[in-house]
């Protein structure tokens, strides 16, 4: 491929690329910075990992929740559902809401209602209450991972942005497998409703470093062209980009393996393995170990390799980890270590998947970037909330309903890439 660079207006340069791909933003004035800032990366880092740390910081602490509130297991399990529910919708609307407004507004509502709504959580007296409160809480959550992307879209120039991507997409991968750690080592400490109170110590500091030290990023094009468009027509022409579509959906699929996975390991680890619910966060410990390489290894390939090519082949690499692991399932084979080793190289791909589709999706479109971002979110939590459910609703105590629930959703994934978003062919 032939990139070509011109220069419309001094210090602002554009980029063209091929087919509907954007790889820079449009010349809109904004002044990019070449290096990401360490604390600015911190940042949103901090604010990508909310959803996360909120869904899996409390998986240790259902069995004790349920015992203080009386509520039935499956009561339990609405909780989990809830606030899958309340991410999968509330992303749709802060996109826009951005795009239109500004990223500061919504982002700083966003955070200061998390925080409220977490407050509630910690003192619910009922069951009921904490599912009211958990969607509130997903719903004001969700605001801090949207903008969070629509930012690094913003704020820097391409040959950053799948680069921040990967570290962002390390904190989105390891959030849920060390968050769980978390939550036993504070439910241990101090019980289930210190786990709410840490949320809410985490979100007040991160709210008040988003006021001193984030500035406004929308540009000027992106909020004329907001202004000018329905939200609802903006998703209806984001749905009409195949490519954009392929991107998301593979995004979606592979997240929806993730998810899958962190809604059963509790069952099947310490259910169907017998692992002590004490050791349960090491074993997501191990996972991390594979999702911080591959997240470090795709950071240093972006400089040198396309994402379309890498994307390509980490989407096959982790199919083929999912097969591995659904052969185990199914005979036995390895036992413990049969399902864990296949699912180390499934987390690890997610390293490689989940940062290139952000950046494939967000790169088609930049005058809605704040939508692109809302549709991605939405779609890797309406996914990931299927495919739990389908894996539970099949659950029969052993690990195959898992295994081929991730199998056909990365089959999925390899579908759509190769299909809608197909990586170019060398010139």
């Not at 290096?35 to 600015?40: A, T």
Request: glycine fraction near 10%; include cysteine.
């Amino acid at each position: 491929m032939v990139w070509t660079a011109s220069a419309s207006r001094p210090g602002v340069h554009a980029i063209t690329a091929p087919a509907e791909v954007h790889t820079e933003a449009p010349d809109d004035g904004l002044a990019r910075a070449a290096r990401p800032p360490l604390g600015l990366v911190l940042l949103l880092g901090a604010l990508t990992a909310f959803g996360p740390l909120s869904i899996d910081m409390y998986l240790p602490a259902l069995p004790a929740i349920g015992r203080s509130l009386h509520a039935t297991p499956a009561a339990m399990q609405q909780t989990v559902a809830a606030f899958f529910i309340g991410m999968a919708a509330g992303q749709l609307f802060y996109g826009p809401l951005s795009d239109r407004i500004g990223r500061r507004p919504p982002l700083l509502a966003g955070l200061i209602a998390y925080v409220l709504a977490t407050l509630g959580c910690a003192l619910a007296p009922t069951e009921s209450v904490l599912i009211v409160m958990r969607v509130a809480q997903a719903l004001a959550g969700c605001a801090g991972m949207v903008i969070a992307r629509a930012i690094v879209r913003d704020r820097f120039h391409y040959s950053e942005v799948l680069h921040i991507f990967s570290l962002l997409s390390l904190v989105m991968g390891l959030a849920p497998i060390l968050a769980p750690l978390l939550g036993g080592w504070v439910l241990a400490a101090g019980g289930w409703r210190w786990i709410f109170g840490f949320q809410v110590a985490f979100a007040s500091v991160v709210t008040l470093a988003a006021i001193v030290l984030l500035p406004e990023s929308r540009s000027e094009a992106t909020a004329a062209h907001a202004r000018g468009e329905h939200p609802l027509r903006s998703y209806l022409e984001l749905f009409r980009q195949p490519r954009l579509m392929g991107y998301v959906l593979t995004g979606a699929f592979s997240g929806a393996a993730l998810f899958t996975y962190v809604a059963a390991s509790p069952d099947i680890l310490i259910g169907v393995f017998h692992v002590p619910p004490g050791q349960f966060g090491l074993f997501f410990g191990f996972n991390a170990l594979g999702l911080i390489g591959a997240t470090q290894i795709n950071a240093r390939l972006a400089r040198r390799i396309r994402f379309e090519t890498i994307l390509s082949w980490a989407n096959l690499a982790v199919f083929g980890s999912s097969v591995l692991l659904a052969i185990d399932a199914v005979t036995g084979f390895g036992g413990l270590w049969g399902i864990m080793g296949p699912m180390f190289l499934v987390m690890a791909s997610f390293g490689f998947n989940q940062s290139n589709a952000t950046v494939g999706a967000l790169g088609v479109d930049p005058l809605r970037t704040g939508s692109i971002s809302s549709l991605f979110g939405s779609a890797s939590f309406a996914a990931g909330a299927a495919a739990a459910a389908l894996a539970g609703a099949f659950r029969d105590g052993t690990p195959k309903p898992m295994a081929f629930v991730i199998v056909a959703v990365l089959a999925c994934a390899v579908l759509t890439l190769r299909t809608l978003a197909p990586a170019p062919r060398p010139a």
